[in-house]
């Protein structure tokens, strides 16, 4: 299918701590389409997070082929992932992963510094999305200044910056109440809607129902094939 | 895209929490280290430098009567003129004599003076109050302390040995102050300088001197003219005189010198070191405890470079401005060292320390370059590992 921006087939990731291989994704077949949104969950350690990071290209696998828009990402540069990521890819966090010396509008900018866009547009385009995510008056606040909730939109913001094809989000919900949850994940169905790709990751079930598909992982694999 | 990265990094020194301005005072501490140290390590090698200048700042022979002051000996001056590698010749001669001035009369000290002792007082940093020097017969230039005690001023006339002498100056040298005359005995203030030729008149009968000075021409080889002058008064019949080098004297203060400059590079080196690790220490802590933010730089789409562009000028930024009120501390640290050293072991005054342009600018780019270095290298290392090891890390 022309669609499918991500395509993982017997992928594998192991780590090496000291001596002991420690296999965290063992064999994944995945396909992610544009526009698909995907609950990825499962116990901690069940490699959810590793498999995130690999489709973020945050990592490279150490096995099995993983395919980004049709290119197979072992034939790319550190450089070429980097570029990956700043244009197609947008990151949230659990723990926000904000810069604490800048404010909500340098923070929404950052990505785009990267990609070469002129201050007075990066400006524009971060005071929009900010406007959009509800935080026109916190435009100017630093993240020590704002509340759990706020932190994340301010992230979600971040990741929409440079208007990517696909948000990734690590436990976004973990560190948030219940109200501030849901509001995010509202939002990021809103994204799935606007045609995005959405991977998330959590162990939140009342998260996980916002997606239209759940994905578990069990010992680094996946257990309802793709 | 690297301007941005310059504001990025300007901003967040800015923003940066006390952490972060504990890191500027490690840099503060080390730069502020090494100037107040090799500033006070450099004034007190241009002091000594200058005192070694004034005392033997050239190639001298001196030629004294054997057996101590007070002596005399005769000498062919003109014979040991002609030698090459003299360059000026100064008989210094002296007599007792009787003198009336406006106020009171005495037995004073009178030097016979040449054109050659004219070019030493001026080495000896010996002045005049008033008039003039020197410059014909019948002329007297008086030392403060004697000008004074007659009342005499240029213009004043004074009786020495009966013959009239009008006073064309005063010499400014303190009162006590030893040095050329002083060999002979007698203080310059003291001293009543007439010329040499009025000198041997009012005294005839053999020419003896008490000493006399040879500067030899600059880069002459003292052995070589020592041993010549030596050999010539051995043929014209001078005895009872023995003959000393100031360049024995100057080589000995030399080699002191060269221990001290050996001792201040040891410890600018020193400073240096301990300086540049202090700020190595700081910044690459304060670096690494920001591996995450790398991370996260590296999620969103910065390169390698982009890493090192932002942590290049952040910490070099932190170093810069660390090392510019560690030039600040360091003036005050050594003017108040040394303050504190002239008042506890009484030498107030006489060395100040030496900021040199090298110094200043020195510091700065020190403190810049080990503070990029030292904050580029970890950022670097950090940026190696894949964003998402960066990301975990705590």
């Given at each position: 299918m022309s669609d499918v921006l991500v395509s993982l087939r017997e992928v594998s990731k192991t780590y090496r701590l000291g001596e002991v291989d420690v296999p965290a994704v063992r064999g994944v077949n995945l396909d992610i389409r544009q526009g698909d949104f995907f609950a990825l969950m499962g116990p901690s350690g069940s490699g959810k997070s590793t498999l995130l990071h690999l489709c973020g290209l945050l990592d490279r696998p150490s096995s099995g082929k993983l395919m980004w828009n049709g290119k197979d990402?072992?034939?790319?540069?550190e450089g070429g992932l980097a570029e990956l990521r700043g244009r197609r890819i947008g990151f949230v966090f659990q723990t926000f992963n904000l810069l604490p010396t800048l404010n909500a509008r340098d923070n929404v900018e950052f990505p785009l510094i990267f990609q070469g866009v002129p201050a007075r547009r990066r400006r524009r385009r971060a005071e929009e999305l900010l406007h959009k995510l509800d935080l026109a008056e916190r435009v100017l606040h630093r993240p020590g200044q704002l509340s759990g909730g706020q932190q994340q939109r301010v992230a979600l913001a971040r990741a929409l910056a440079v208007d990517p094809q696909m948000i990734l989000a690590d436990?976004?919900?973990?560190?948030?109440?219940s109200q501030s949850g849901r509001e995010i994940m509202g939002m990021l169905r809103a994204l799935g809607e606007e045609g995005r790709s959405v991977l998330l990751v959590t162990h939140d079930p009342e998260a996980a129902e916002y997606a239209p598909r759940i994905l578990r992982m069990r010992d680094g694999t996946l257990e309802d094939g793709a | 895209m690297i301007p941005d990265l310059f504001l990025l990094a300007v901003r967040n020194v800015l923003r940066r929490r006390l952490r972060s301005w504990l890191t500027v005072i490690g840099i503060l501490i080390g730069t502020a280290a090494v100037v107040a140290l090799i500033s006070v390590g450099q004034g007190l090698e241009r002091s000594v430098m200058v005192q070694v200048r004034r005392v033997a700042g050239y190639n001298t022979l001196l030629i004294s009567p054997r057996g101590g002051l007070g002596g005399r000996f005769q000498v062919d001056i003109e014979a040991v003129r002609q030698?090459?590698?003299?360059m000026q010749i100064m008989p210094v001669r002296t007599e007792m004599a009787y003198v009336e001035g406006p106020v009171r009369r005495g037995i004073m000290p009178l030097v016979g003076y040449t054109a050659a002792m004219e070019t030493f007082l001026v080495d000896l940093d010996v002045g005049r109050v008033a008039g003039r020097d020197l410059e014909a017969r019948k002329e007297a230039v008086l030392g403060s302390r004697t000008a004074r005690a007659f009342g005499a001023e240029p213009g004043s006339t004074v009786m020495i040995e009966d013959s009239s002498f009008e006073v064309v100056g005063v010499l400014a040298?303190?009162?006590?102050?030893?040095?050329l005359a002083g060999m002979a005995g007698i203080p310059i203030s003291d001293g009543i300088f007439i010329l040499y030729e009025d000198l041997r008149e009012l005294f005839p009968g053999p020419n003896l001197v008490q000493y006399v000075m040879i500067r030899l021409?600059?880069?002459?080889?003292v052995v070589m003219v020592r041993e010549d002058v030596r050999r010539t008064l051995v043929e014209t019949g001078t005895t009872g005189a023995q003959m000393t080098s100031f360049a024995d004297i100057t080589e000995g203060i030399s080699s002191i010198l060269a221990g001290v400059q050996a001792f201040l590079a040891g410890i600018a080196g020193i400073s240096l070191l301990v300086g540049g690790v202090g700020v190595m220490n700081t910044m690459y802590t304060a670096v690494l405890e920001r591996t995450r933010e790398v991370g996260v730089a590296k999620a969103v789409g910065a390169k390698r470079r982009h890493i090192m562009w932002m942590f290049l000028f952040e910490s070099g930024l932190m170093g810069v401005v660390g090392g510019g009120l560690g030039l600040l501390a360091g003036f005050g640290l050594a003017w108040g060292a040394v303050g504190l050293a002239g008042r506890a072991f009484d030498f107030q005054g006489v060395f100040a320390p030496v900021f040199t342009v090298e110094l200043v600018l020195g510091a700065l780019l020190f403190s810049f370059v080990v503070g990029a270095a030292s904050g580029v290298l970890p950022a670097l290392r950090a940026s190696r590992l894949p964003p998402a090891d960066a990301l975990r890390h705590e």
């Open positions: 990402v072992a034939a790319l540069s436990e976004p919900t973990g560190n948030l109440d | 030698l090459p590698g003299v040298a303190a009162e006590g102050h030893t040095g021409v600059p880069g002459s080889d």
